[in-house]
Each structure stands twice: as C-alpha cells, then as structure tokens.
C-alpha cells in the first residue's frame, strides 16, 4: 500500500476509455472499508458516466454562470477560472463519483457546537473514503482527482443529484484511465511540520 501512496498523483488528463463497472466498484468498496467515527458510515456514492454525464455537466457549467454573476461564494471568485478548468476535466474523466454526506446537515442551518462536531467527524469520515478510492484507483492502474471545485456549482447539483434527501453533497471524483504522468509535487519536510512531545 505504501507502494500506491507513493504513485498516487491528481491526473487531469484523462483518456476517453472506458472503465469497466467492476473497477469502479472496486474503487468504491475501498472507500466503504474507510474508517468512520462511531461507524456511522455517513457516505453515498453516485456514479455518473455516459449520457448522464452531459446532464451533469450541464448543471455544473450553470453553477459557473451563476457564481460568476451572483456569488455564494464572493470570497472565492479568485478561485473561480480554476473551477471552469475542473469543469473541462470532468469533461475529459469517463466517470464522475459523487460523495454525499448522507447524514450532512443543511448549509444555512446554524450549528449547535455537537453539531458542528459531528459535521467534523464525518468530514473526516469521507475524506478516508475518498483518500482509500485513490489509493485503490492508482492500484488498478487509474487516474483519479478529489475534486472540491463543485461547491462552485453547489445549488444546481445538489438538486441534480436530489441530495435534499440524501445529506449534503461533500466531494467529486474523477476516474479514467490518466493521460498523463505528472511528476509528484512537493511535501513539506516532515520536520518543519511535525511537533515532537515526549513529556
């Protein structure tokens, strides 16, 4: 495993192969076997690939429209030409795996401190699922990026994705085969980052 941390890169040049179903399930029974706090598993996986992807991309490409016009997120519009290029990745990437928190609460909801907390706990809980499905992918020989650019388009894919009765919809993924072979990027040395306490 340690081999496949090592391989693992953020590929955002896909090849238009198919990926065969049983390699998708794969990957997403990598992300099932993630640990999560109090095993509440807060997680819904949905597979998007073929026709369903234009429908997709549609409302992902609206949600840039509108963010450029009318902003949920103004402190981010500096990030917003790298959300339109994560668009034309997806574009590329054969299958788009959304994660839903599917104990999430509702973003204009005002937060109890415990509520915040399991808010916390469970974004934790997806980010191993997420973390195992790359991992997984790079085992299988596929490209795959954790893609946080759709909060961009928030709105419109939530309710393409009805998650009004599925929680709250948390991370995109890519996966296809990588058309490209980037060099790692660098890590901060361990000991510039690392605190050592021994009393």
């Given at each position: 495993m340690s081999d496949m941390i090592e391989?693992?890169?953020s590929i955002r040049k896909y090849r238009p192969a198919t990926v065969p179903k049983h390699m998708i399930q794969q990957v997403i029974q990598a992300g099932i076997l993630a640990p999560s706090s109090k095993n509440r598993q807060p997680w819904k996986f949905t597979v998007v690939y073929g026709a369903a992807k234009t429908d997709m991309l549609a409302q992902m490409s609206l949600g840039l429209s509108r963010e450029a016009a009318d902003p949920m997120l103004p402190?981010?519009?500096k990030h917003l030409d790298g959300a339109i290029h994560t668009l034309h990745i997806m574009e590329q990437a054969p299958v788009i795996i959304f994660i839903t928190n599917s104990l999430g609460l509702d973003l204009s909801k005002p937060l109890s401190a415990e509520d915040r907390i399991y808010e916390i706990?469970?974004?934790q809980s997806i980010g191993a699922a997420i973390q195992n499905m790359t991992l997984a992918a790079t085992g299988l020989g596929l490209g795959s990026l954790?893609?946080?650019d759709i909060f961009f388009?928030?709105?419109e894919l939530s309710n393409w994705l009805c998650t009004d009765k599925n929680g709250q919809l948390y991370?995109?993924?890519a996966l296809g085969y990588a058309?490209?072979?980037p060099d790692a990027r660098s890590r901060n040395p361990m000991d510039e980052i690392t605190e050592w306490?021994?009393?």
């Open positions: 391989k693992r890169r402190n981010s519009r706990c469970n974004a954790w893609i946080c388009a928030y709105e991370a995109a993924l058309d490209e072979a306490r021994e009393t």
